[in-house]
């Protein structure tokens, strides 16, 4: 299955990825392959097989509901590339 | 041309866990920023989610209490999208497999039962919280994680008033079932409405709009009557509904088109690999139905039938389970339904509104209440006086029986006591009494007012009306 051009640069944009022109190419040829051997599976039978959402067969990993304590604010803030010393701080985010 | 309006709400309800539905931080409103944040909530590589148990008991609960069916094998996925305030560049969801599904609430539009279908419930997780400044935006990620409940409705409502009514008996059940406070003004309940119009009678549906951004039930209902009377112009017009989600400008009572970036959303939905499947047997679904309370509406027909309470008095006092509890620990002691649901409904209500309290924190205890109404009952005190009482125990705590007995409350019962009294009264309003024999009964009241001043109140009704027709006649 051959993928589009705009279809690399509309996934990249959701990534938040700004490729080049020759990335734009070389993408579109190796997920086209990737697609391709992807197509390969198709043609296995799988009618009654479950989808599978985890590698291992297991269910119900949880906890119980008692907190533990969190990171330092010191340390939540370690890599930001900005902080005020209590918050995150980013690039305007315009909304609305 | 007469118009349907279909509606179908969506509501997200944050759930008062203590702790967070993937990580062990704890869940708090009003913390100091970012001092609730682990790696999981920075989404940090090599950190792993771990589901809450008592997520899914929330989860499980609600999906009883509005009579869904609790799904046996669920996945979890992940809807992807980026904004700061959720750093996973994910939100951990449920997409295709909701816990719950195929459920229904009842309301009661004008005198009528209305059944509203609900699609699903979900599981998610809440992002932070951004606050947009001049020279950039600042992230707080105490609230990233919070468990939340998203109840989908079916497109089963048909006017915005019903809109509000659905909100309000949701809300009503949520909080009987203790898994959430549902307050819309401090986000933890929050709603949005998908609203469309057809030619009355006509099977397919119009183009619907999204409406976000109200903050109080008041302003959904207010949203959808709004935009379903600009579709109506759009569409009479002869233009077309554009599929749009606008948001809800409270200043200007309007709705507005967001300016959207470039997303038609795309969130590319695909299952959550670092949970494992999450499988609910009999006996979990069990556990959780013999822990629910029992819910509003067998309540307020159980109040209505046990208690011969009125339609109306029965639906405001089971409309809060602390409200419901409180009036009938009230019973317990002294048992007359009707006169301490009037009690609690007009009296411990406006108590409660004036201290800011709840029901179970009330100033005067069910028990207090009681006794209170023993005294008014076998008329050792007028209504009045039992009022003036009612404030004190709310101001002091002290006990009905202490408060009269200190105070010299008792209603005057004793006939030659108020005999001389009124005799003062006839002696000092002879015009009055001139006037009354002369047929104007109806000053009778003023007599009985007087009395009434001259006791502070405390006179028994019944003998001073007696005996002023007595000495009138």
Redesign the interface.
């Known amino acids: 299955m051959a993928l589009l051009r705009e279809e690399v640069i509309y996934i990249a ?2 990534a ?1 990825l700004k490729l080049s022109e020759e990335e734009i190419e070389r993408y579109t040829r190796q997920l086209s392959d990737i697609l391709g051997y992807i197509e390969q599976l198709q043609e296995l039978d799988i009618e009654n097989v479950a ?6 067969d ?11 304590p ?2 330092s ?1 010191e340390a ?2 370690a890599n930001a590339v ?1 902080h ?1 010393g ?11 | 041309m007469d118009w349907d309006i279909v509606i179908g709400l969506e509501v997200h309800v944050q759930l008062n866990t203590k702790t967070k539905a993937f990580c062990a931080c704890k869940v708090s409103y009003g913390d100091p920023p970012n001092t609730h944040v682990c790696p999981v909530c920075l989404g940090y590589p090599g950190s792993l989610p771990v589901l809450n148990r008592a997520v899914v008991d929330s989860a499980i609960k609600l999906g009883l209490a509005t009579h869904c069916r609790i799904r046996e094998y669920n996945t979890f996925a992940r809807k992807n999208y980026f904004y700061p305030d959720l750093p996973k560049g994910y939100q951990i969801s449920q997409y295709k497999d909701p816990i719950c599904y195929e459920g229904y609430v009842d309301i009661a539009v004008r005198g009528e039962q209305k059944r509203i279908g609900l699609t699903r419930i979900h599981i998610e997780e809440d992002a932070g919280k951004s606050m947009h400044g001049e020279d950039g935006t600042l992230v707080d990620l105490n609230r990233c994680g919070t468990p939340l409940l998203e109840i989908v409705s079916e497109p089963d409502i048909h006017a915005p008033e019903e809109a509000y009514t659905y909100l309000n008996t949701l809300k009503q059940i949520v909080r009987y079932t203790g898994i959430s406070d549902c307050n819309m003004e401090e986000g933890s309940m929050r709603c949005d409405a998908n609203i469309s119009i057809k030619p009355k009678g006509r099977k397919a549906l119009g183009t619907r709009t999204e409406l976000k951004n109200m903050n109080s039930f008041r302003n959904v209902e207010r949203a959808l009557k709004y935009e379903a009377e600009r579709q109506r112009k759009v569409l009479e017009s002869g233009a077309a509904v554009t599929q749009q989600t606008l948001l809800w400008d409270e200043q200007s009572n309007q709705t507005k088109a967001m300016r959207s970036k470039e997303d038609s959303h795309d969130y590319r939905y695909f299952p959550e690999p670092d949970l494992s499947p999450l499988r609910i047997d009999d006996a979990w679904i069990g556990r959780i139905r013999s822990s629910l309370p029992e819910l509003p509406d067998a309540r307020k027909k159980r109040f209505t039938e046990l208690y011969g309470l009125t339609e109306e008095d029965a639906a405001l006092l089971s409309s809060e389970k602390e409200i419901a509890d409180y009036f009938e620990n009230s019973l317990q002691t002294f048992n007359n339904p009707r006169l301490t649901g009037n009690w609690v409904k007009n009296e411990i209500l406006r108590i409660l509104s004036e201290s800011g309290k709840s029901a179970a924190e009330s100033p005067v205890t069910p028990a207090a209440l009681a006794g209170l109404l023993q005294f008014l009952h076998n008329n050792t005190i007028t209504p009045q006086t039992a009022k003036t009482v009612l404030d004190e125990m709310a101001a002091t705590g002290k006990a009905a029986a202490d408060i009269i007995r200190d105070k010299g409350l008792e209603q005057i019962s004793d006939s030659s006591e108020l005999e001389s009294l009124i005799e003062t009264i006839l002696k000092e309003n002879p015009a009055e009494c001139e006037r009354y024999r002369g047929g104007e009964t109806k000053l009778l009241a003023f007599f009985i007012g007087q009395v009434m001043r001259g006791t502070k109140g405390k006179a028994d009704q019944t003998l001073t009306r007696k005996i002023l027709e007595k000495k009138l006649g």
Do not use: T, Y
Not at chain 1, 51 to 56: A, F, R
Not at chain 1, 58 to 68: F, G, P, S, T, Y
């Open positions: 944009g959701l938040r989808p599978m959402s985890h590698v291992l297991i269910v119900n990993v949880m906890r119980e509901d008692k907190a533990l969190p990171l604010r939540v803030l900005e005020d209590q918050h995150f701080k980013v690039l305007r985010v315009i909304k609305e």
